[in-house]
């Protein structure tokens, strides 16, 4: 069965720092990997995807992430979060053999100004 | 591109009652969709498989009978909650798969709707 771990509930960060927000995964072969931000009574908005290639994939609004194959991460990242930053992240998974998207937790992102 | 839109965005009825929600991919056509519900302050679980002209497939614990979905063409699902109680009061999603050769697949969400159940 495959299995995401977001180990934080909350990430709080002021405007400007870097952000980081974690993920570790549990699957089958190789993973497709995914993270999605939900802003309050929204649905899911598609930030990023890995499929293969290179380690380090950038994605909407500046956001990027580094597939870590060793330590099974994919850890979401951006270089100086904004106010606007401020939602709930959820990181993803999809197993080589199936479709369906496995969810981690999710993290709560607060940029403070 | 890949726009999901999802109608009613809200919804209050009365317990006894069914509940029709359409979820749409506007500018692609999908022949997956998918049905999460999501709790508050929880993460989206995953009701149901929406395959285009064939049956739904449920996940375990998800009542097929009181959860119809059906994917009658490839840019339209609609999830029908039948005879609705307060405890189905919940946010529910759709997400539509789109498939690019240069990515592979990838699911696009709609907005969600609200669903409160007096």
């Known amino acids: 069965a495959q299995s995401v771990a977001q180990p934080e509930d909350q990430v709080n960060v002021a405007e400007g720092n870097p952000l980081t927000v974690k993920c570790t995964y549990s699957?089958?072969?190789?993973?497709?990997l995914f993270w999605y931000v939900q802003y309050p009574n929204r649905g899911l908005q598609f930030l990023l995807k890995?499929?293969?290639?290179?380690?380090l994939v950038k994605g909407s609004y500046g956001f990027e992430a580094e597939f870590n194959k060793s330590q099974t991460s994919f850890h979401l990242k951006k270089p100086s979060a904004l106010v606007s930053d401020s939602a709930l992240y959820f990181c993803?998974?999809?197993?080589?053999?199936?479709?369906?998207?496995?969810f981690g937790g999710g993290t709560r992102v607060l940029v403070k100004p | 591109g890949a726009v999901v839109s999802q109608h009613p965005s809200w919804v209050i009825c009365k317990s006894g009652t069914s509940v029709k929600i359409e979820c749409r991919s506007l500018?692609?056509?999908?022949?997956?969709m998918f049905w999460y519900r999501q709790f508050p302050k929880q993460s989206l679980m995953l009701m149901a498989t929406?395959?285009?002209?064939?049956?739904?497939?449920?996940e375990q614990g998800v009542e097929k009978d009181k959860f119809l979905i059906n994917h009658a063409s490839l840019t339209l699902s609609t999830l029908t909650v039948t005879s609705a109680h307060p405890e189905d009061s919940s946010f529910y999603i759709c997400?539509?798969?789109?498939?690019?050769?240069?990515?592979?697949?990838?699911?696009?969400f709609g907005p969600g709707t609200r669903l409160l159940v007096l």
């Open positions: 699957v089958s072969g190789n993973p497709y």
């Open positions: 993803a998974v999809i197993g080589a053999a199936g479709n369906k998207l496995t």
């Open positions: 890995y499929i293969t290639g290179d380690n």
């Open positions: 929406s395959n285009e002209g064939s049956k739904a497939t449920y």
């Open positions: 500018d692609f056509q999908a022949t997956t």
């Open positions: 997400s539509a798969q789109q498939y690019l050769a240069s990515v592979g697949e990838t699911q696009y």
